[in-house]
């Protein structure tokens, strides 16, 4: 089967190699001259500089990724697994009030409500788990995977195999059976090392147009594509 991928950050060159693993023939299709998306590493006097992730969960699936594309992992420290938060002109820990904080955990373990079908992950959060716990902890949180703001997100696709009719609180959901985790892994060179070798990797195994952009039918209809095409692209961006 053939298939075509437009986008050539993390979520792009990760469907890349899963396509590749099951036999299709892939076209990978980015719109700069460089993979990775908003994950790069830069090296400055003091040492690596992670412009977005400094590393992901690991698991059987990503161990067996990077093993095969022959990238080294190393555990994070850990001092490095404290976050810090911006609010009110001060760098605090948990940015949170008592009652705010009092208001977070009640959406976590008891609040349960349907998403409606156009909300976004701004709406639903707001709804869940209150303003402050929103614009002060979660979306700062996501914003450094994401490099989106929560408007700009869908629940749904933030977490596929959530629950959102209502019948699941966000605790339920997290506890659900997901794959084995081993913690937090990194690089020795950052990961815009990872991105630079997974991305030779598939360049010895499928087809990569750099500067081609598409975000619209026309540039679309111009590509002549043939076959099943994927969208690995902010939604903001998706062909309208």
């Not at 090296?43 to 093993?67: D, I, R, S």
Request: aromatic residues 12%; charged residues 25%.
């Amino acid at each position: 089967m053939r298939i075509h991928i437009i986008g050539g950050g993390i979520t792009g060159l990760f469907l890349a190699y899963r396509e590749l693993k099951k036999g299709n023939q892939v076209t990978l299709y980015e719109e700069s001259n460089r993979l990775g998306g908003i994950i790069s590493t830069k090296q400055v006097p003091e040492g690596l500089v992670e412009t977005a992730a400094n590393g992901f969960l690991l698991t059987t699936e990503l161990k067996e990724l990077c093993k095969e594309i022959g990238i080294p992992l190393i555990p994070a420290n850990s001092h490095s697994k404290r976050r810090y938060f911006w609010r009110e002109k001060k760098i605090k820990r948990n940015p949170l009030t008592v009652s705010e904080s009092l208001r977070l955990l009640y959406g976590i373990f008891f609040k349960k409500k349907a998403l409606e079908e156009k909300s976004n992950f701004w709406e639903w959060s707001n709804d869940i788990f209150g303003y402050s716990a929103s614009k002060f902890l979660i979306e700062p949180a996501l914003g450094g995977i994401y490099g989106s703001r929560l408007f700009q997100l869908d629940p749904r696709i933030v977490f596929p195999t959530w629950d959102f009719g209502g019948k699941k609180t966000v605790f339920q959901n997290l506890n659900q059976k997901k794959s084995k985790s081993f913690g937090t892994y990194s690089f020795a060179f950052g990961m815009g090392s990872f991105i630079e070798t997974l991305g030779s990797y598939l360049q010895n195994h499928i087809e990569i147009k750099y500067q081609t952009s598409v975000k619209s039918m026309e540039e679309l209809r111009s590509l002549a594509i043939e076959g099943d095409i994927h969208f690995a692209i902010p939604a903001q961006y998706v062909i309208k």
